[in-house]
Each structure stands twice: as structure tokens, then as C-alpha cells.
């Protein structure tokens, strides 16, 4: 059995952060909120990983396109999730600087 590549380990590492990026749109949706920042921290460790791995793995034309397809589907999910979020971020910004927010609940 060969051994996989480092553009295959890269590529990994891209489809980990759609997957991520995928659950945390699924935590929004569900109103779960803390999910959704467990999940942005998965997504931070993904990407510090993946700059070390990118660095080293120059990707074919057809592994750079399957990374354009993720990074698109990546962008749709985080526009998704910023959408849910404007309402919240709306209550957050309207608090006094030093202030308490609103209570939500």
C-alpha cells in the first residue's frame, strides 16, 4: 500500500474545514450558538495545520479546483452563518461600550 501524498493530506484538510464549516452552519440553524464557536475553534486548529501542510504541497489543476469547490462552499456556509448571526450581533452592538447586553433570555 503507498503511502498518500502531501497534496492529498492537504486536500484533507480542506475537506475537514468544509466539513466544519458545514456542522457549525447546522449549529446556527439549531440556534446553537455555543456549538458554533466549539466549532470555529476546530476550524482555527484546521487552518493553522493546513498552512504547515500547504507550504510543502503544490496541488495539480485538478486538486486546485476541488480546493476552489470547498473554499466556495466554505464562503456560502459562513455567509449563511453571518446571516443567522446579524440579528444577535445587532442586540451585542447596541450595548454601551462597558456596558451589559441586553439579557436574550
Known sequence: MTQPTAAVSVLDFYQALEDASARMLEAAQADDWDRVVELEGVCAVLIERLREQAEAAPLSPVE??????????ILRHDAQIR????PWLDVWGDAAPGGRAPLLH
Open 83 to 86: 446571516a443567522l448571526a446579524e
Open 64 to 73: 486546485r479546483a476541488e480546493k476552489h469547490r470547498i473554499m466556495l462552499a
